[in-house]
Structure formats: structure tokens, C-alpha cells
């Protein structure tokens, strides 16, 4: 269908004529890259593909919102480009790219549409409007949409196209040159020292950039929500002080607000709605966002890496903020709708395997080479550590189905850059035969959801017997002891930011939603939780110790499992949401870090037991295991690597593990680790014995005899709030003693 006649045309004039100056530049690399040509002319070099395109033009802004249009004229191998002399960093810029409007085909071309580079390394302004989104009650500009939103018929509401300009409404790409990213040459990105922690050695810490320094009193209210923010010494030293080895950083990249939230005057806490897979978010910069953001966030990453601590990004590349068909026309959209998005059948549509309403074409060539192009530009350029896919297996679909030879995979594997960095999948998607828990290959670990499943429905008494249970605690081999993977293949957490948080795990029973303007509709109904005997928040010192004493079951039981434990930020002092499972709306202190509680001598013990427990781990080789369990020795009169126990001291048999309400006792045995150092010597630890009670009654438990150990150190017993210290007498090996309801205890073997 053609525009509506009734619109103003403002933006589909003729082009105007190229600069007498503007020369052919190059189509490499993508995006806008400052630079100094041949003849010692400096300018900048405009390249973007857009397959199918008619003609592009590059936008041009001045402070003053004024545009100036050069076409681009050099076309090669569908990529559009030019140089232009004189056009240095902090030059805001954008596209408008001419093409047929034939939604019934695919084709969305709408040059009064003005569009986000795609390799823009910063972004300026928001989407819908130059500061924030539109208070409640409003939407986002109609302009921001390449069809007419408010069409009378609704069922061809996004094939009549709105010529009015977006350009007032969007923000704009940055072209950033050394100087800018780094404030006057100042980087020494050189001098930088990556952690490279070891997988097995890694204990991974999910947070919010934003949330996790709003409310810290340490940091400077100037910085609170940003990247400097992280980086203020005030953060750096609680992450070194519970020893956690690497932040997980939610979604960075740029992103935008849905309309749903602007409309009730919310916005995209979590941030997965990208737009711009090179830019940092402009909204976390406390510096500036003309390229400055860009150098704060390097300077984020070295200070992290000074603090010995790695950091792996949050990344989004299943589908972008531009949505569905009814969703706004923002940069891929118009740039060529059919080369980024999968289609369905009918062409108007797109093959959502996200939930969200549109898939990257992954398997087509340029949008593979847009994603790894950026997965590269963040590691070498912007000094990551790693990456955790959201939604991978929707990556890892060739045409239709997951495929685990897809292109993406194999382009991962054999990248000299990106085989060598932390690779997390989420291993799953919406589309039929999403789940992929287990199947991901070799340089993949996984987010377990297994265990997370395992551990909940463990400590709230509903599971029958404890054969899964063994599974997740000695590494998930079930799961991943094929093709060379390995225990840590296996990322353990028991919260994630998508749920409930540890405290309203044993808090509430059921989500409270309210807040989200959903009407208690959206977020999951199986939290697989337990309130301890009241719901919500009470002053019942029966209900509340119990809660306590299931959190430090949780954390126990977390990180003393083989794998790789992940936290989320502010589980280890209490953190709450209030009951809130889906707090991706909630910028606020509903989904901020509490500091308040690290001075509450109700919540203070808890980050303690974390720290204390991490540092176990760190110290304990035989905690973080870098082969599967055989369950045999390993050297001449060795002991068994793991073995099992029953409360009554002896081994288990099969039965025991269809056993009922069993306490399961785990024995680690140091002295029979497979591994050997880098010098080839043997690897030699303590020897550890862990049993979990999850029954509410006390029960007696015989701790197993020679050749076992002679004696039993107490190191944790998570019945107690405060922990028992060093001074403690051992327990004989052969002897009893009873363990509190619903708890851990953790014993040093003596040996004999």
C-alpha cells in the first residue's frame, strides 16, 4: 500500500547533491570510523550495508538539530559508503535509506524514517524523545514508526506507511575517534591486565550497572547508576571482599523503551531491548554521551581487571527493540527488513522464537558478521571478558530448527578472538525445540536450570529422594559428560535477575506483580518456592529464623556444588523485590541494592557465610574440579574421589537413593584428584565431607570411620547464624551428632 495522502510529506524530498568534497571512501570496516586518508586528509569513512537498498543517504546534525543529507553514491558489494573530509569525533549522524514499501513482501523502505547505524559505537539521546521517555499516559511519537500507527483499519494498521520525519525523535549515532573514547589520549588501554581466570576456578556475580550503585552511600551521587559508578573504589571493594572472580553485567549495549512502558510511565530496567550492539548505553554514562561513554567504560573494565576481577557482558542478539510488525522503525527495519529479520510464511509477519517479537536472520551473512563483529569489537577494543548469550539456542537455529552445527556455532568455534573468552549460553528460547539444556558444544558453558529446579524443590521438601540431587551437586555429569565437556560446563545459580531473589524465595509463595501494570499477569507462576509458613514479610521469630536458616542453606549448598557458581548481586545481604518476580520495569528501589542491610546485624551474617564459603572454594581445588567425578581412586590405596553416605555413616546403596526425605552426605576426597598442576606435579587437597539434611526434624547423623578420617573439623553448620571458628574441637570419626532441622553442615576430613 503507498503512504496515507491525508500526512504531511516532510522527509521523502529529493536527494540533495553530494558535497563537492565527498569522495568514495571505503566499504571497510562497517560503520563510522575516523581516520587520516592517504593524502593526509582527515575525515571520516561512512559505510553501511543495506541489501536492496535503492539509495542511502548519510545524516548529518549540528547542535542545533539542523540536518545536513549527503547521498552516498559508491555502492560495492551492497555496502553504501563515503569519506568525508573534515567530519571529526562528537559528529552526531544517521540514515535514511530509500527503497520500495511493500510490507506484503518484506519490503519496509521508508527514507523519512531516520535510522541508527548499526556499528555506531555511541549513541545520543533516546527514543521518543531528546532526554527521557514521556511521562505516564503517553506514547512513543508516531513519527518513530514506519507505518501509521493510529490506522482506522487495524488489521492493516502497519502496511500504510507515515512519511512524517522521525528525525526530532531518535537518537543519533556518534562518530568516536581515540581522543574522544578516551578523554584527550589519556587511555593506557595497553597497560591493561586481564584476569583470565579459569573456568573451574570462576565465581560469577550477576548485576545491574545501574541498580547496583543507585543507593550506595560510598559512591558520589554524581556517579551512582553508572559505569564510573562501578568502577568508584566504594564497589570495587565489596566485590573483592566476597571474592567473587567476575561481574556479570546485565544487557550494556544500547537499548530502548517499549511503548507498553512508556505508556504507564515505566521503562526497560533490565535492558533486553538492544538497538545498538557496539555503543555502550548511553543512559549508564556519568561523563558525557558524544563518545564519552565510550571511555568510561573502558576505564569501568580496567578497574574491574585491577580489582582481579573479569567481566562478561549480558549480550542480546535473538531480536532487537524494534519488535513485531506493529513495532517502530528504529535501524534494521529500515535498513532491509528482509536481510535481518526471519519472516514467517506470510511475509508482514516475523518468526518470533523470542518472545519479543522478531529473530535476527543469524544464518544470513551480514547479520552474522554484524554479531560477531561486535563480539570482537567488545573483546579487543573494549577489554570484556566474556559473554552470556540470552536465548542462545535462538542463535543456534539454521532455518527452522536449534541446530548445533549452525553457522553461528561453527563461526564461534574457529574466531581466533572469541574462542578464547567465556562463552555462557542461556540454552533455550520460546520456539518449538528450544530447550537445549546439555547439547551446546564444547568451549560452551550453560546457565543450569536443572540445578536451579533441583536445588529449590530440594530445600522446600519437594522432592521425593535425593538421586538428582546428587547429579547437580557433583557437576550435572547427566548433563554434560559427553564430547570432552567438562564439570564447569555447568554454571549453578539458584537465582537469576528473571525470578524471585534468594530473600523472597523463602518469602513468598506467590508473585506480586501489581507494580508492573500487567495486572499480576506477566512473570512465572512456577517459583518453585516456599514462604516458610507465612507469606510475605512477618515479625514471627519462628518464621523468621527459619527463612534465614534456608538462605544460608541455598548459599551452602550453591557454592559447594562442583561447577561454576553464579550470585546474583545483593543475594548475599537479603536483598528483596518485595515478591515482585519480573522486576524488568522497575527502575527503582524496588530493584536497586539495599546497602543499608550490610549494617544490619540480621542480614550482615549472611554476606559474611558467602564471603567465608567463597574463600573456602578459592582456597580448595577439590571444591572446584576440573574433570568429572569417576568414583574410583586414583592413586595406589587412594580412597574413592566422591563418595556418598546415608545419616547412619554408611555408603549408599541404590536404594538409598529412591529413599524418601534421605540426608545425603557427600564425601570429597583430596587426596584422589585426577588433575595434576602446571608442573605436572599431582594435586594434593583436604578432604571435605558435606551432609544436607532438608527434613524440618533434628536427625542424628554418624560421621563415616577410618579410612575415611580419624577426626572431622566443623568449618560451616548453617543451623547457626554466626559460624563456628577454628578454636572448635573435632568430632571422631565413627561418632554422632545431630543435625538441626533443614541444614548443612560441612566438616575438614582429618586423616588417619
Same mark, same amino acid.
Given at each position: 500500500?503507498?503512504?496515507?495522502?491525508?500526512?504531511?510529506?516532510?522527509?521523502?524530498?529529493?536527494?540533495?547533491?553530494?558535497?563537492?568534497?565527498?569522495?568514495?571512501?571505503?566499504?571497510?570496516?562497517?560503520? *563510522?570510523?575516523?581516520?587520516?586518508?592517504?593524502?593526509?586528509?582527515?575525515?571520516?569513512?561512512?559505510?553501511?550495508?543495506?541489501?536492496? =537498498?535503492?539509495?542511502?543517504?548519510?545524516?548529518?546534525?549540528?547542535?542545533?538539530?539542523?540536518?545536513?543529507?549527503?547521498?552516498?553514491?559508491?555502492?560495492?558489494?551492497?555496502?553504501?559508503?563515503?569519506?568525508?573530509?573534515?567530519?571529526?569525533?562528537?559528529?552526531?549522524?544517521?540514515?535514511?535509506?530509500?527503497?520500495?514499501?511493500?510490507?506484503?513482501?518484506? =519490503?519496509?523502505?521508508?527514507?523519512?524514517?531516520?535510522?541508527?547505524?548499526?556499528?555506531?559505537?555511541?549513541?545520543?539521546?533516546?527514543?521518543?524523545?531528546?532526554?527521557?521517555? $514521556?511521562?505516564?499516559?503517553?506514547?512513543?511519537?508516531?513519527?518513530?514508526?514506519?507505518?501509521?500507527?493510529?490506522?482506522?483499519?487495524?488489521?492493516?494498521?502497519?502496511?500504510?506507511?507515515?512519511?512524517?520525519?522521525?528525525? &526530532?525523535?531518535?537518537? /543519533?549515532?556518534?562518530?568516536?575517534?581515540?581522543?574522544?573514547?578516551?578523554?584527550?589520549?589519556?587511555?593506557?588501554?595497553?597497560?591493561?591486565? !586481564?584476569? /583470565?581466570?579459569?573456568?573451574?576456578?570462576?565465581?560469577?556475580?550477576?548485576?545491574?550497572?545501574?541498580?547496583?550503585?543507585?543507593?550506595?552511600?560510598?559512591? &558520589?551521587?554524581?556517579?551512582?547508576?553508572?559505569?564510573?559508578?562501578?568502577?568508584? &573504589?566504594?564497589?570495587?571493594?565489596?566485590?573483592?571482599?566476597?571474592?567473587?572472580?567476575?561481574?556479570?553485567?546485565?544487557?550494556?549495549?544500547?537499548? =530502548?523503551?517499549?511503548?507498553?512502558?512508556?505508556?504507564?510511565?515505566?521503562?526497560?530496567?533490565?535492558?533486553?531491548?538492544?538497538?545498538?550492539?557496539?555503543?555502550?548505553?548511553?543512559?549508564?554514562?556519568?561523563?558525557?554521551?558524544?563518545?564519552?561513554?565510550?571511555?568510561?567504560?573502558?576505564?569501568?573494565?580496567?578497574?574491574?581487571?585491577?580489582?582481579?576481577?573479569?567481566?562478561?557482558?549480558?549480550?542480546?542478539?535473538?531480536?532487537?527493540?524494534?519488535?513485531?510488525?506493529?513495532?517502530?522503525?528504529?535501524?534494521?527495519?529500515?535498513?532491509?527488513?528482509?536481510?535481518?529479520?526471519?519472516?514467517?510464511?506470510?511475509?508482514? !509477519?516475523?518468526?518470533?522464537?523470542?518472545?519479543?517479537?522478531?529473530?535476527?536472520?543469524?544464518?544470513?551473512?551480514?547479520?552474522?558478521?554484524?554479531?560477531?563483529?561486535?563480539?570482537?569489537?567488545?573483546?579487543?577494543?573494549?577489554?570484556?571478558?566474556?559473554?552470556?548469550?540470552?536465548?542462545?539456542?535462538?542463535?543456534?537455529?539454521?532455518?527452522?530448527?536449534?541446530?548445533?552445527?549452525?553457522?553461528?556455532?561453527?563461526?564461534?568455534?574457529?574466531?581466533?578472538?572469541?574462542?578464547?573468552? /567465556?562463552?555462557?549460553?542461556?540454552?533455550?528460547?520460546?520456539?518449538?525445540?528450544?530447550?537445549?539444556?546439555?547439547?551446546?558444544?564444547?568451549?560452551?558453558?550453560?546457565?543450569?536450570?536443572?540445578? !536451579?529446579?533441583?536445588?529449590?524443590?530440594?530445600?522446600?521438601?519437594?522432592?521425593?529422594?535425593?538421586?538428582?540431587?546428587?547429579?547437580?551437586?557433583?557437576?550435572?555429569?547427566?548433563?554434560?559428560?559427553?564430547?570432552?565437556?567438562?564439570?564447569?560446563?555447568?554454571?549453578?545459580?539458584?537465582?537469576?535477575?528473571?525470578?524471585?531473589?534468594?530473600?523472597?524465595?523463602?518469602?513468598?509463595?506467590? /508473585?506480586?506483580?501489581?507494580?508492573?501494570?500487567?495486572?499480576?499477569?506477566?512473570?512465572?507462576?512456577?517459583?518453585?518456592?516456599?514462604?516458610?509458613?507465612?507469606?510475605?514479610?512477618?515479625?514471627?521469630?519462628?518464621?523468621?529464623?527459619?527463612?534465614?536458616?534456608?538462605?544460608?542453606?541455598?548459599?551452602?549448598?550453591?557454592?559447594?556444588?562442583?561447577?561454576? &557458581?553464579?550470585?546474583?548481586?545483593?543475594?548475599?545481604?537479603?536483598?528483596?523485590?518485595?515478591?515482585?518476580?519480573? $522486576?524488568?520495569?522497575?527502575?527503582?528501589?524496588?530493584?536497586?541494592?539495599?546497602?543499608?542491610?550490610?549494617?544490619?546485624?540480621?542480614?550482615?551474617?549472611?554476606?559474611?557465610?558467602?564471603?567465608?564459603?567463597? *574463600?573456602?572454594?578459592?582456597?580448595?581445588?577439590?571444591?572446584?574440579?576440573?574433570?568429572?567425578?569417576?568414583?574410583?581412586?586414583?592413586?595406589?590405596?587412594?580412597?574413592?574421589?566422591?563418595?556418598?553416605?546415608?545419616?547412619?555413616?554408611?555408603?549408599?546403596?541404590?536404594?538409598?537413593?529412591?529413599?524418601?526425605?534421605?540426608?545425603?552426605?557427600?564425601?570429597?576426597?583430596?587426596?584422589?584428584?585426577?588433575?595434576?598442576?602446571?608442573?605436572?606435579?599431582?594435586?594434593?587437597?583436604?578432604?571435605?565431607?558435606?551432609?544436607?539434611?532438608? *527434613?524440618?526434624?533434628? !536427625?542424628?547423623?554418624?560421621?563415616?570411620?577410618?579410612?575415611?578420617?580419624?577426626?572431622?573439623?566443623?568449618?560451616?553448620?548453617?543451623?547457626?547464624?554466626?559460624?563456628?571458628?577454628?578454636?572448635?574441637?573435632?568430632?571422631?570419626?565413627?561418632?554422632?551428632?545431630?543435625?538441626?532441622?533443614?541444614?548443612?553442615?560441612?566438616?575438614?576430613?582429618?586423616?588417619?
Amino acid at each position: 500500500m503507498s503512504s496515507a495522502p491525508e500526512q504531511e510529506a516532510v522527509a521523502d524530498e529529493p536527494l540533495a547533491a553530494p558535497p563537492a568534497d565527498i569522495r568514495p571512501g571505503s566499504p571497510t570496516p562497517l560503520g *563510522a570510523r575516523h581516520r587520516t586518508g592517504p593524502d593526509g586528509i582527515t575525515g571520516t569513512n561512512f559505510a553501511l550495508w543495506a541489501g536492496g =537498498a535503492e539509495a542511502v543517504e548519510l545524516c548529518l546534525f549540528d547542535d542545533a538539530e539542523r540536518e545536513t543529507r549527503h547521498p552516498l553514491t559508491e555502492l560495492t558489494h551492497e555496502i553504501w559508503h563515503g569519506f568525508l573530509p573534515g567530519v571529526g569525533p562528537g559528529q552526531r549522524y544517521g540514515y535514511r535509506v530509500h527503497g520500495r514499501w511493500d510490507p506484503w513482501t518484506g =519490503a519496509r523502505w521508508n527514507p523519512a524514517k531516520l535510522l541508527l547505524d548499526p556499528y555506531a559505537r555511541a549513541v545520543d539521546g533516546d527514543f521518543g524523545t531528546r532526554t527521557e521517555p $514521556a511521562g505516564p499516559g503517553s506514547a512513543l511519537p508516531a513519527q518513530l514508526y514506519g507505518h501509521v500507527r493510529d490506522w482506522p483499519q487495524q488489521q492493516l494498521a502497519d502496511t500504510v506507511r507515515d512519511d512524517r520525519d522521525s528525525a &526530532p525523535y531518535v537518537p /543519533k549515532g556518534v562518530v568516536v575517534g581515540e581522543d574522544t573514547a578516551d578523554e584527550g589520549g589519556a587511555d593506557e588501554w595497553q597497560d591493561d591486565r !586481564r584476569p /583470565k581466570t579459569p573456568w573451574p576456578d570462576s565465581v560469577l556475580y550477576e548485576l545491574h550497572v545501574r541498580g547496583f550503585t543507585m543507593r550506595h552511600p560510598g559512591i &558520589p551521587e554524581r556517579l551512582r547508576g553508572t559505569y564510573a559508578g562501578l568502577a568508584h &573504589p566504594a564497589a570495587l571493594e565489596h566485590l573483592v571482599r566476597l571474592g567473587v572472580t567476575a561481574v556479570e553485567l546485565l544487557p550494556v549495549h544500547q537499548f =530502548a523503551h517499549e511503548d507498553h512502558l512508556v505508556r504507564r510511565g515505566l521503562r526497560n530496567y533490565w535492558g533486553y531491548n538492544s538497538i545498538g550492539y557496539f555503543a555502550p548505553h548511553a543512559g549508564y554514562a556519568a561523563t558525557g554521551t558524544r563518545g564519552q561513554q565510550v571511555g568510561e567504560f573502558k576505564r569501568m573494565v580496567r578497574a574491574l581487571h585491577d580489582a582481579g576481577i573479569e567481566v562478561i557482558l549480558d549480550v542480546v542478539y535473538n531480536h532487537t527493540a524494534e519488535a513485531g510488525e506493529l513495532g517502530p522503525t528504529l535501524s534494521l527495519r529500515g535498513i532491509d527488513n528482509r536481510g535481518y529479520y526471519r519472516l514467517a510464511g506470510d511475509a508482514r !509477519r516475523y518468526a518470533d522464537y523470542t518472545g519479543c517479537g522478531n529473530t535476527l536472520h543469524v544464518v544470513q551473512p551480514h547479520v552474522l558478521r554484524l554479531i560477531t563483529d561486535s563480539l570482537r569489537y567488545w573483546v579487543t577494543e573494549m577489554g570484556v571478558d566474556g559473554f552470556r548469550f540470552d536465548l542462545a539456542a535462538a542463535l543456534a537455529r539454521s532455518m527452522h530448527d536449534v541446530d548445533m552445527l549452525s553457522p553461528f556455532l561453527a563461526v564461534i568455534a574457529q574466531d581466533p578472538v572469541l574462542r578464547r573468552v /567465556k562463552l555462557i549460553a542461556e540454552p533455550w528460547d520460546v520456539g518449538s525445540g528450544g530447550y537445549q539444556v546439555g547439547a551446546f558444544p564444547p568451549l560452551w558453558t550453560e546457565w543450569n536450570d536443572r540445578y !536451579r529446579d533441583t536445588v529449590r524443590d530440594f530445600w522446600r521438601g519437594a522432592q521425593h529422594d535425593v538421586r538428582d540431587l546428587g547429579y547437580r551437586l557433583s557437576g550435572s555429569s547427566d548433563l554434560y559428560a559427553w564430547g570432552g565437556r567438562r564439570p564447569y560446563a555447568s554454571v549453578n545459580f539458584i537465582t537469576a535477575h528473571d525470578g524471585f531473589t534468594l530473600r523472597d524465595l523463602v518469602t513468598y509463595e506467590h /508473585k506480586r506483580n501489581a507494580g508492573n501494570g500487567e495486572g499480576n499477569r506477566d512473570g512465572t507462576h512456577d517459583n518453585r518456592s516456599w514462604n516458610c509458613g507465612a507469606e510475605g514479610e512477618t515479625d514471627d521469630p519462628d518464621v523468621t529464623a527459619l527463612r534465614h536458616r534456608q538462605l544460608r542453606n541455598l548459599l551452602t549448598t550453591l557454592l559447594l556444588s562442583t561447577g561454576v &557458581p553464579m550470585l546474583v548481586a545483593g543475594d548475599e545481604m537479603g536483598r528483596t523485590q518485595h515478591g515482585n518476580n519480573n $522486576a524488568y520495569c522497575q527502575d527503582s528501589p524496588t530493584s536497586w541494592l539495599d546497602w543499608s542491610l550490610l549494617d544490619d546485624p540480621q542480614w550482615r551474617p549472611l554476606a559474611a557465610l558467602a564471603a567465608r564459603l567463597i *574463600a573456602l572454594r578459592r582456597a580448595h581445588p577439590v571444591l572446584r574440579r576440573r574433570a568429572f567425578f569417576s568414583g574410583r581412586p586414583h592413586h595406589q590405596g587412594g580412597l574413592r574421589d566422591l563418595a556418598w553416605f546415608t545419616a547412619d555413616g554408611t555408603e549408599m546403596t541404590e536404594q538409598d537413593w529412591y529413599t524418601p526425605g534421605a540426608t545425603l552426605g557427600m564425601y570429597l576426597s583430596g587426596n584422589d584428584i585426577s588433575q595434576r598442576d602446571d608442573r605436572g606435579i599431582r594435586i594434593v587437597d583436604d578432604s571435605f565431607l558435606a551432609v544436607l539434611h532438608a *527434613a524440618p526434624q533434628p !536427625r542424628q547423623v554418624t560421621l563415616p570411620g577410618p579410612p575415611w578420617a580419624r577426626a572431622y573439623e566443623l568449618l560451616v553448620d548453617t543451623a547457626r547464624q554466626e559460624q563456628p571458628g577454628p578454636a572448635q574441637p573435632p568430632y571422631a570419626a565413627g561418632g554422632t551428632l545431630t543435625l538441626g532441622g533443614r541444614s548443612v553442615v560441612l566438616f575438614r576430613a582429618v586423616p588417619g
